[in-house]
């Protein structure tokens, strides 16, 4: 059966240079402090707490990368609804800027897993292939 209704428009997140200079920079430290500084300076930021959570994942910190993937994948949960999305649609995986939301999803459903939130794992990735499968791919 095909689907006659239009999909809606992809939801491109605005670039925050600022935020993704700290981040790189913060990068380059190797260290969680400077990521926990980047999250810090730039709060709404889900590169940041995107970061935060791989370094947890890394660390074998489930239960703090789970908290860091949440708090990012809320924050650009708030940043896709200002800038358009209504709960479904394309968040395209190759424009730059949503690309800390996806990890942020992606680390939430790994952590997720690792807790034994199979549920919520699942519901997870499958929102991940839902937003760009792109992102599914490139991230797993």
Not at 21 to 48: D, M, N, W
Not at 106 to 134: N, T, V, Y
Request: a negative charge; proline letters at 7%.
């Amino acid at each position: 059966m095909q689907n006659l209704l239009p999909e809606p428009p992809a939801t491109k997140l605005p670039a925050d240079t600022e935020a993704d200079k700290a981040l790189a920079e913060a990068t380059a430290t190797g260290t969680t402090v400077a990521l926990k500084t980047v999250a810090a300076a730039h709060p709404a930021y889900s590169g940041g707490w995107a970061a935060l959570a791989a370094d947890a994942l890394a660390a074998d910190e489930p239960v703090t990368a789970y908290a860091y993937a949440r708090t990012g994948y809320h924050r650009g949960l708030d940043a896709l609804r200002r800038n358009g999305w209504k709960g479904h649609g394309p968040i395209p995986w190759a424009h730059a800027p949503n690309q800390g939301f996806l990890r942020c999803l992606h680390s939430l459903s790994q952590a997720a897993a690792e807790i034994g939130e199979a549920d919520e794992a699942a519901r997870c990735a499958q929102f991940l292939r839902d937003s760009d499968p792109a992102a599914a791919d490139a991230l797993t």
